[in-house]
């Protein structure tokens, strides 16, 4: 199934939770699907657990790299 198709029932899940069962019922739809989205992206291993997080020494990287500038 190609990604427009996922998106368009994505929307359309969403349209239905909005219109039917108001918007909190939007919104946990929207945040169950987000954390569903996650969830399979680490399952097939596009994501690692690791790129969420960011280390200390990456953030002092970055202030150096901009002081050279």
């Not at 992206?41 to 150096?64: A, N, T």
Request: charged share 25%; no cysteine; net charge neutral.
């Amino acid at each position: 199934m190609s990604k427009a198709v996922v998106g368009l029932i994505a929307g359309m899940a969403l349209g239905f939770a909005g219109y039917f069962g108001g918007f909190w019922a939007f919104l946990l739809v929207l945040v169950l699907g987000a954390v569903g989205l996650v969830a399979g992206r680490l399952m097939e291993g596009d994501l690692e657990p690791g790129d969420f997080i960011r280390h200390r020494d990456d953030h002092q990287r970055m202030r150096d790299d901009r002081r050279q500038a």
